[in-house]
T-cell receptor, first 111, second 113 residues
């Protein structure tokens, strides 16, 4: 079955810096890769996703890149703000099976 | 849409008692998932349903846990008898399909004392 690894487990940046979170997956048939943001006391919220027919997707300050050959995908947050502080989860699915989640990255943005 | 609705938000119960967690998925979503989140184990999928039918319950810890989905708009997760190690945040999520992301509820924080 699919296995998703996520790094780093914690990430501290200064406000205005960029943050990058990386995930690798094992199932070459995986074709859907969402990212979730979980704020304290709330459920995970979908913030961006990418499918295997594209290599990059952007939405304002966040972007996701996908390298199918290497089987890894990354979340990029530019111009970080304190409200970006949260736990971020990556996930992968082949479209026929359940999503498999990474173990999460705790991002702390210091003012 | 009000999103995925879970109740209660918080539940404190004594060991040995029965606990029932409730979930109302987003209308039109055919998939419903129950997750458990703890610091030690992260997000764990317990069970998921497709069109009200349980598809994969391999994550259910043991026979003390059971889940039902009697109709498309309601699901329950029951723990009987509850134990302190069941203390966690339980999330319900729904999705229109496996090719789409999940929408999570706000969770139920369960404390078993």
């Amino acid at each position: 079955g699919e296995n998703v690894e996520q790094h780093p487990s914690t990430l501290s940046v200064q406000e205005g810096d960029s943050a990058v979170i990386k995930c690798t997956y094992s199932d070459s048939a995986s074709n859907y890769f969402p990212w979730y943001k979980q704020e304290l006391g709330k459920g995970p919220q979908l913030i961006i996703d990418i499918r295997s027919n594209v290599g990059e997707k952007k939405d304002q300050r966040i972007a996701v890149t996908l390298n199918k050959t290497a089987k890894h995908f990354s979340l990029h947050i530019t111009e970080t703000q304190p409200e970006d502080s949260a736990v971020y989860f990556c996930a992968a699915s082949n479209g026929f099976q359940k999503l498999v989640f990474g173990t999460g990255t705790r991002l702390l943005v210091s003012p | 849409d009000a999103g995925v609705i879970q109740s209660p938000r918080h539940e404190v119960t004594e060991m040995g008692q029965e606990v029932t967690l409730r979930c109302k998925p987003i209308s039109g979503h055919d998939y419903l998932f129950w997750y458990r989140q703890t610091m030690m184990r992260g997000l764990e999928l317990l069970i998921y349903f497709n069109n009200n039918v349980p598809i994969d319950d391999s994550g259910m810890p043991e026979d003390r846990f059971s889940a039902k989905m009697p109709n498309a708009s309601f699901s329950t997760l029951k723990i009987q008898p509850s134990e302190p190690r069941d203390s966690a945040v339980y999330f319900c999520a729904s999705s229109p399909g496996q090719r789409y992301g999940y929408t999570f509820g706000s969770g139920t924080r369960l404390t078993v004392v």
